[in-house]
């Protein structure tokens, strides 16, 4: 409890510091229009991330804002698309804080294909720390751009950069940017903990580098028949290096204002970094520094402005896979990082192999799946022969690296169907091995970790010829054999 105490206290001073720091902002009037082929394109929102207008018949706009106030920017609207400036989609434009009023004009093209079905990519945490280490992003992203190629044929396809977009080096964003648009992708971006300004006196103050490469910290956009919204769950309190999973005000506020002219039942997807709930965790004391800094601490306030329609939130943070059925229309999705961990290894510290994750929308449905990077994106699970564990003699173990409750786990003995697998928390055997604790010449801190999508059967017949079979929840079936 005195920790979670002394992180309020925190906070509180950070606020009173930085509304000390911005008595009396100065009144500015933005207006403009939103054009596609110098024609005006009615009700698209546009905001400066406080107010929330929308365009009239003819495309125009008036914004009253403030010196508070970085940007003006507009929620790109279906059958639209931005302009691509290194691989990220341009979408605001700073205001000039020494006007009272101006003028700010937007320019969208109309997408050349159908927007109803299309397909975008989550890339979380490639994490880039020295410069050799984008050598080692680029494998990844040669594999994003293959994976798009494969799409691209049949869909319109976007990217969604899920934070910790580099280790703390903010001075490589321009690097990472170059990297990015060798995916010939629009690729939105968002911040996460390790891409922020530390030693600055509030959260306010921490994200300048950022906003300064890739523009506002939360926004929207439309693909077709979903609503997709970026936000900034990382809240820096003004002490070293530290930091909370959570929303603020404004940011609610705003979200409330955005979502008001979606359609109750539509489907709405929410990107952000941390994830809202840490459940690839045995670790539940909400009073913990590790449980603040690994969920958004005020979450249920995000999930009562979400509640009205069909939500997937979409973090990473863990660099680990899992996914957590929050409510009914609430799934949460946790993705394994694009370094693996932390480019040591091929493997994240669950045993999910480095990649992202490809998700398919056709009309208001979302359909998904992990894709390893250089691997087959039938390769969904590992299977472990009897003996790689020694905590379990005799058992096979199986790692399925994109479970949900949804899904099916069963093995066969000599083509005779025993039974489902059963599910526990522990440690992937190839990760144990891989991460040995002290053991790592970069980083000492660095080890496995547990999760809870691995399954253990214990071989009835020793000899017998073994197979396993998983079933995803959108009925795919995957099999190996021992």
């Not at 509640?307 to 990473?316: D, E, N, R, V």
Request: glycine share 6%; with cysteine; aromatic share 14%.
């Amino acid at each position: 409890m005195k920790n979670k105490f002394n992180v309020l206290l925190i906070v509180l001073l950070g606020f009173t510091l930085t509304l000390s720091a911005s008595k009396n902002p100065r009144q500015i009037q933005v207006n403009g229009k939103v054009t596609c082929d110098g024609t005006g394109i009615p009700s698209v929102m546009v905001t400066d991330g406080v107010a929330v207008v929308e365009t009239d018949r003819n495309g125009r706009y008036t914004i009253e804002s403030s010196s508070k106030c970085k940007f003006v920017y507009y929620s790109l609207p279906s059958a639209y698309e931005s302009t691509i400036q290194d691989g990220v989609p341009v979408f605001y434009a700073e205001i000039d804080t020494s006007k009272k009023a101006q003028q700010i004009n937007f320019a969208l093209s109309a997408s050349k294909h159908s927007q109803t079905k299309h397909a975008f990519i989550l890339m979380a945490d490639p994490q880039v720390q020295d410069i050799e280490e984008f050598d080692l992003l680029k494998i990844v992203i040669d594999d994003v751009k293959q994976t798009a190629a494969g799409l691209s044929a049949q869909m319109p396809v976007h990217a969604i950069g899920c934070g910790d977009l580099v280790f703390d080096q903010l001075q490589y964003f321009d690097v990472y940017k170059q990297v990015i648009a060798q995916s010939r992708l629009p690729f939105y971006q968002l911040v996460g903990n390790h891409d922020m300004d530390y030693n600055n006196r509030s959260d306010e103050l921490s994200d300048r580098s950022y906003t300064a490469e890739f523009g506002p910290a939360y926004y929207s956009f439309n693909k077709g028949l979903i609503h997709y919204v970026v936000l900034k769950d990382v809240f820096y309190y003004g002490d070293s290096y530290r930091y909370m999973g959570y929303v603020d005000e404004r940011q609610l506020l705003w979200l409330e204002k955005d979502l008001s002219k979606v359609k109750p039942g539509s489907t709405v997807v929410v990107s952000l970094h941390i994830p809202t709930f840490y459940g690839d965790s045995r670790e539940k004391d909400r009073n913990s520094t590790y449980f603040i800094s690994n969920s958004v601490m005020n979450s249920a306030a995000l999930y009562k402005i979400l509640s009205p329609y069909k939500t997937h939130i979409l973090a990473g943070h863990s660099h680990t896979q899992w996914n957590t059925v929050l409510a009914p229309n609430l799934f949460e999705h946790t993705h394994a990082a694009a370094c693996a961990a932390w480019w040591q290894g091929e493997i994240c510290v669950d045993g999910t192999p480095k990649g992202y994750t490809v998700y398919i929308a056709d009309g208001d449905s979302l359909s998904w799946y992990f894709k390893g990077v250089n691997l087959d994106k039938d390769e969904q699970f590992k299977l472990y022969t009897a003996g790689s564990d020694t905590l379990y003699p005799g058992y096979i173990i199986v790692n399925v690296y994109n479970f949900d409750p949804s899904w099916t786990v069963k093995w066969f003995e000599n083509d005779v169907l025993i039974g489902q697998m059963e599910q526990y928390w522990g440690v992937d055997p190839l990760a144990k091995s891989t991460y040995v604790p002290g053991k790592n010449k970069k980083y000492s801190w660095l080890s496995a970790g547990e999760t809870h999508h691995l399954f253990k059967a214990k071989i009835q017949n020793p000899g017998s010829k073994i197979r396993v079979q998983v079933t995803d929840r959108f009925g795919k079936v995957y099999e190996k054999t021992e």
